[in-house]
């Protein structure tokens, strides 16, 4: 069974620090996997999409790598701002349909 | 587009009662997802759909079930709830643009359904 962990659960940074979130999954025949952002009672919002293929995908600020013979992805977040604040969680696919969610890692941004 | 939508967005039950929780996608996705969340958890797949009259289960399908008549639409009924259902419900679209391969889409969610069962 895939097992998604994130590391570190919590953190909390001074604005303007660059920062990495950690993912790991304990089975590499991956499909894809997605880092999504999820504000307080709110639903989930898909930030990037890291096909099976690839090494890593950027949108803005934000840089996702993936290494699949290591089962390790980190999401690198620079300058980060106050509106960052969220619980960001990574997903894998596996073929079939099946999803795993990590537990997440819940971002504070400090002024 | 409202984008993937759900009601009701709170709900209190009693044990053994029945509901369905609404789930509606105005994208034209092929796929749709539902997901329970539990607090400090990370979601878990309950059932899934890769197109109209198409369903499968998911990681944790017991005491769910769900159909999929249209492509909008994708219900999740509870038919005797119990407190270990408490949780936090949400809805997935995506696209995929092969047939019955896994989708390679991101996934647009709806807000969630706050479910509790006493």
């Known amino acids: 069974k895939q097992e998604v962990t994130q590391i570190p659960a919590a953190l909390s940074v001074p604005e303007g620090e660059n920062l990495v979130l950690n993912c790991s999954f304990t089975?590499?025949?991956?499909?894809?996997l997605q880092w999504f952002r999820q504000d307080p009672g709110k639903g989930l919002t898909s930030l990037l999409l890291?096909?099976?293929?690839?090494r890593e995908q950027t949108s803005g600020r934000l840089n996702a790598s993936l290494d699949k013979s290591s089962g390790r992805s980190t999401l690198y977040i620079a300058a980060s701002q106050p509106g960052d604040s969220a619980t960001y969680l990574c997903?894998?696919?596996?073929?079939?349909?099946?999803?795993?969610f990590g537990t997440g890692t819940s971002l504070t941004v400090i002024p | 587009n409202a984008g993937v939508t759900q009601t009701p967005k709170f709900r209190i039950l009693k044990i053994g009662q029945s509901m369905t929780l609404q789930c509606a996608q105005d994208?034209?996705?092929?796929?749709m997802y539902w997901y329970r969340q539990d607090p400090g958890m990370g979601l878990k797949l309950i059932y899934y759909s890769v197109g109209a009259g198409i369903t499968d289960k998911g990681e944790v399908p017991n005491g769910y079930n769900v159909s999929r008549s249209t492509t909008e639409d994708f219900p999740l009924r509870l038919e005797l709830a119990a407190p270990s259902q408490t949780s936090v419900y949400f809805c997935?679209?995506?696209?995929?643009?092969?047939?019955?391969?896994?989708?390679?889409?991101?996934?647009?969610f709806g807000p969630g359904t706050r479910l509790t069962v006493l």
């Open positions: 994208m034209n996705h092929n796929y």
């Open positions: 890291i096909q099976s293929s690839q």
């Open positions: 997935a679209s995506s696209y995929s643009r092969q047939a019955g391969a896994s989708s390679t889409d991101t996934q647009y």
């Open positions: 997903a894998v696919t596996l073929t079939g349909n099946q999803f795993y």
């Open positions: 089975d590499s025949a991956i499909y894809n």
